[in-house]
């Protein structure tokens, strides 16, 4: 991380945070990483057009009140992978100015699953909010989010990046999609 700007919780990154495991599900279980507020812990992306923030794969693990903002340059503010993980929490989170709020997997890579999203905002998000992008992408549980001024809300299928698996939505606002609210192009369960 490049160090803090004006405030002592403001950080521009110019590359991308990678929070990664080997296979073995027993490194990197259960994390936490929990900002202040959303208003007051900021994570700005500095690096390349398309770039992403940050590769996330813990098992068991939480990420909560915390801004990401993607500077309208970062093409994903959180994508979880590449191994198979499960039982992970967002909380709290601003995700902003991005293509895709988190990306959940890769269709030539691992699944994520038993994912709760609680009380985040997903704004400006040029592709989507939330994209499930592996078959085995599961069970995303998604409660009480604001969704405003995305393309898409949430999916798991988005034109040029492949994907799959499963969402529930539940209490959740949703303003001014300019494409569709909510999208799902495989309708069944999958593992």
Request: glycine share 8%; aromatic share 14%; hydrophobic share 40%.
């Amino acid at each position: 991380v490049a160090g803090p700007l004006n405030h002592p919780q403001l950080f521009r990154i110019p590359s991308t945070l990678q929070l990664l495991r080997q296979e073995d599900p027993n490194r990197q279980h259960s994390t936490m990483i929990v900002g202040e507020h959303p208003s007051e812990t900021r994570i700005v992306w500095d690096g390349p057009q398309d770039g992403v923030m940050i590769l996330y794969n813990p098992w068991f693990s939480s990420m909560g009140r915390i801004t990401l903002d993607g500077n309208s340059r970062a093409l994903t503010a959180i994508r979880e992978g590449p191994f198979f993980s499960m039982v992970n929490e967002f909380f709290d989170l601003v995700i902003q100015d991005v293509g895709f709020g988190i990306e959940a997997g890769l269709i030539e890579t691992g699944g994520i699953a038993q994912v709760t999203v609680s009380r985040c905002k997903f704004l400006r998000c040029t592709k989507a909010g939330i994209h499930m992008r592996n078959f085995n992408s599961l069970d995303w549980w998604i409660w009480d989010c604001l969704f405003q001024d995305n393309r898409i809300g949430v999916t798991n299928q988005f034109p040029g990046f492949p994907g799959a698996g499963n969402f529930f939505v539940y209490q959740s606002v949703f303003l001014n999609s300019t494409e569709s609210d909510l999208y799902m192009a495989h309708a069944q369960f999958f593992s």
